[in-house]
């Protein structure tokens, strides 16, 4: 997401590194240049704003190539 998009997060939005349903997190608190992420693997990010390129709102759906 790009740092636009990380300023309409709120606390408790899901969070997803490179869209994977498998690595969520959720928003802890905000500020004016950073969010805090709870992962669910248990580690906490202090993550800029201007470095959320790798995080997405919603986890992408793999699709299946027959």
């Known amino acids: ?3 636009n998009e990380s300023k309409t997060l709120k606390k408790d ?3 997803y590194w490179q ?3 498998a ?3 959720t ?3 905000t500020s004016w240049d ?3 992420i709870a992962w669910d693997n248990g580690h ?3 993550v800029l704003r201007g470095d959320m390129r790798e995080i997405q709102l919603t986890p992408i759906t793999p699709h299946t190539v027959l």
Do not use: I, L, Q
Request: aromatic share 0%; proline share 10%; net charge neutral.
């Open 34 to 36: 950073a969010v805090t």
């Open 1 to 3: 997401m790009t740092p």
């Open 23 to 25: 690595d969520g997190g």
């Open 44 to 46: 906490v990010a202090k």
């Open 13 to 15: 939005s899901r969070v």
């Open 19 to 21: 869209g994977n349903p």
């Open 27 to 29: 928003v802890t608190e």
